[in-house]
């Protein structure tokens, strides 16, 4: 009777045992974060109103080179060869500056895109670091990486980063 009552006590000890040291495994959909967090809505308004901006300036710059085109046109016949010319080249540096300044400007809308972007990631992590401790997880995958099991701690990072 000793032997089958240690054997039983042996046998819920490991149990228990192991169940103690089984790892808490948990995944976040790291897309859904970053599209639900407030912090990124309030970043690509930010980014809107830029684009905005730029693009009214751009365009008025735009207008002023059709209307000096246009000026040219009606001119034609009453200028001289050599004014017209001149006018042209005057006309087509504009043109050259205006598409340099538009490419420089899209060049940095996206290099602040890329930016916030990058910034945001990293806060979602740390937040993620933080829920995964305060919830006593060992391993917190993104969605995509794992196949099966875990449990969706999506829900609970974004709650806290709207939080914060």
């Known amino acids: 009777m000793k032997k089958i009552f240690m054997i039983v006590f042996g046998v819920l000890f490991f149990l228990s045992a192991a169940k103690v040291y089984a790892l808490q495994v948990g995944y976040v959909d790291i897309e859904k974060v970053f599209n639900e967090y407030e912090g990124t809505k309030k970043a690509k308004e930010k980014l809107q109103e830029k684009l905005d901006a730029e693009k009214k300036t751009l365009e008025s710059k ?4 059709q209307d000096l085109q246009d000026s040219l046109e ?3 016949t009453v200028l001289s060869k050599e004014k017209e010319k001149n006018m042209e080249e005057q006309l087509q540096t504009k043109l050259e500056k205006l598409q340099a300044e538009a490419s420089d400007t899209q060049q940095k ?18 937040i993620v ?14 969605r995509n ?19 914060e």
């Open 74 to 76: 009606k001119q034609k």
């Open 109 to 126: 809308l996206l290099d602040e895109e890329k930016t916030m972007t990058s910034n945001i990631v990293e806060e979602i992590r740390a």
């Open 145 to 163: 990486n794992i196949l099966y099991g875990g449990d969706d701690l999506t829900a609970f990072v974004i709650k806290t980063m709207n939080e």
């Open 62 to 65: 735009k207008k002023e080179i």
């Open 129 to 142: 670091q933080k829920v995964a401790k305060e919830k006593g997880y060992d391993y917190v995958f993104e």
